[in-house]
């Protein structure tokens, strides 16, 4: 009967313990790619002032460009223009619309950029986090415009005052 007691008090400190690990476990609040980790098993972490950041889970499925606009360009951008973008040391291009510009700049060195977003999708993966990329801003575009070959054209020297003339 004695020992029917330890055994019943071992199983209910078992449960007790179960029940502790249980809450140790750590789950992903989302599905996505570790994109960076900050904390490794068997690391002690302070959580007295807030939740300690243990690692960052991204989904890469659409990703969220970030360009530097000029004080004296980002006047001339609009919701959902046209955008398309190249990553360094590709030839693929990107296409996308305009989705927000940020109100507040960042100033360094006294030159003032204001942040334009817009998202961009990466079913392939090709695009990673913290890629430089060059951005192009389509401000007018014309449609099914007739085409003539540079061949075709010929250029007169002449000015008339600010334009050039050319004649067919």
Partial sequence: SDLKAQIEQIESTLKAD???????????PMSGTVVTITARQGQTLNTNQQAPVILRI????????????SEADVTKLRLNMEVYFKTLGSEFRWESKLDKVEPTPTVTNNV?????????????????????????????????????????????????????????
């Fill in 58 to 69: 991204a989904d890469l499925s659409t990703m969220t460009i970030q360009a530097s606009v």
């Fill in 112 to 168: 003032v950029l204001y942040s334009a977003l817009f998202d961009s999708a990466n079913t392939d993966g090709r695009l990673m986090s913290y890629m430089t990329t060059q951005v192009f801003f389509i401000k007018e575009s014309a449609k099914e415009a007739l085409l003539i070959p540079m061949s075709a054209l010929h250029v007169k020297s002449a000015f008339l005052g600010n334009s050039l003339c050319i004649s067919l």
């Fill in 18 to 28: 179960e029940a502790n690990l249980n809450y140790a476990r750590i789950y992903a």
